[in-house]
């Protein structure tokens, strides 16, 4: 990669994001990673100015299910992003949580990412845990990592879903789109998509259905759209749907049809199971009451 040789401050992870981010032109326009340079082309890179690493306690109401001294449960809302980035420097949960935790999550993790032991997706709503000391967030990343979490999804997908099934893949970066998780991957992380009909709403309505997606996955949208049902309102992985009532019902809703409803796990210092479950937002269980309704 030319721009790599040429003394920047960035690593090559770094420039490629900077090309995909549209800040490198040549000829004086958008270039893309894969661009060979000829002789004579003219490149212009226009790096966004630096930003402050510093993010500050925000008073942002937060529902709490469970809070000691070594961690925090909350109910993410729809539309809340997890933590600050380029796009997003205020109103996030991190900024929210360093308001309600103070001190206690400094350090813990990394600076932007203070106590952060997993995440939601902006538009997904649902159950979070997040620690507040090291130890609590080692061991927390230790039981997603092995899997022996309870984690379970509320989702409206697309397709009529059978009573129960299961789908097994492997899940990395897509070779194709590196902003995207794929299976088209040779190795990758282990992914379990356990899938259930919601009978109210499936087998009703062909090409419909809302199913508990248990994930063992960071993005349970793409790996319910690779067991061949895509979320509806997915703007990455899904489509518009051709069934004019799950069309309305994704125009309607607006987002992602994805609620993390139940997580359960072991108390990193007291031993016991914890488990948390919450009630899709009123947006959601509006769009699963119009499918049961079928209007």
């Keep these: 990669m030319w721009l790599a040789r040429q003394g920047l401050p960035y690593s ?3 420039i490629r994001r900077r090309i995909e981010e549209g800040e490198v032109r040549v000829g004086g326009q958008p270039a893309k990673p894969s661009r060979k340079l000829r002789a004579r082309d003219r490149v212009s890179f ?11 306690p925000e008073d ?22 997890v933590h600050p980035a380029t796009s ?25 990412r203070p106590g952060i032991v997993h995440r939601l997706d902006k ?13 609590t967030l080692v061991a927390l990343q230790a039981q997603f990592h092995a899997h022996t979490l309870t984690r379970r999804y509320l989702a409206l997908v697309e397709g009529v879903v059978a009573e129960q099934g299961t789908h097994r893949s492997k899940y990395g970066r897509d070779p194709r789109d590196r902003k995207k998780f794929s299976s088209r991957v040779t190795v990758g992380k282990r992914a379990v998509t356990q899938l259930e009909g919601e009978g109210a709403a499936t087998g009703r309505h062909a090409g419909r259905g809302a199913a508990r997606d248990r994930a063992h996955a960071p993005e349970s949208a793409s790996t319910s759209a690779t067991a061949g ?19 309305r019902v994704a125009a309607a809703l607006g987002r992602q049809a ?24 009123a947006d959601l269980q509006a769009a699963l009451n119009a499918l049961r309704a079928g209007q």
């Design 229 to 247: 049902h895509p979320l509806v309102g997915d703007p990455v992985y899904g489509h518009v749907p051709r069934d004019p009532l799950l069309k």
């Design 12 to 14: 090559r992870s770094q």
């Design 60 to 81: 942002i109401p937060l529902t709490i299910l469970y809070e000691d001294a070594h961690l925090i449960v909350i109910d993410k809302p729809a539309g809340m992003v």
């Design 258 to 281: 994805l609620h993390a409803e139940v997580l359960g796990l072991e108390h990193p210092a007291t031993g016991r199971y914890l488990e948390w479950s919450t009630r899709p937002p």
């Design 123 to 135: 538009d997904t709503s649902g159950v979070m845990v997040v620690a507040k000391d090291e130890p």
């Design 88 to 112: 997003h420097q205020g109103g996030t949960l991190v900024n929210a949580l360093l308001h309600q935790c103070g001190d206690s999550l400094t350090g813990v993790g990394g600076e932007r």
């Design 46 to 56: 226009a790096p966004p100015p630096p930003v402050s690493t510093e993010d500050r």
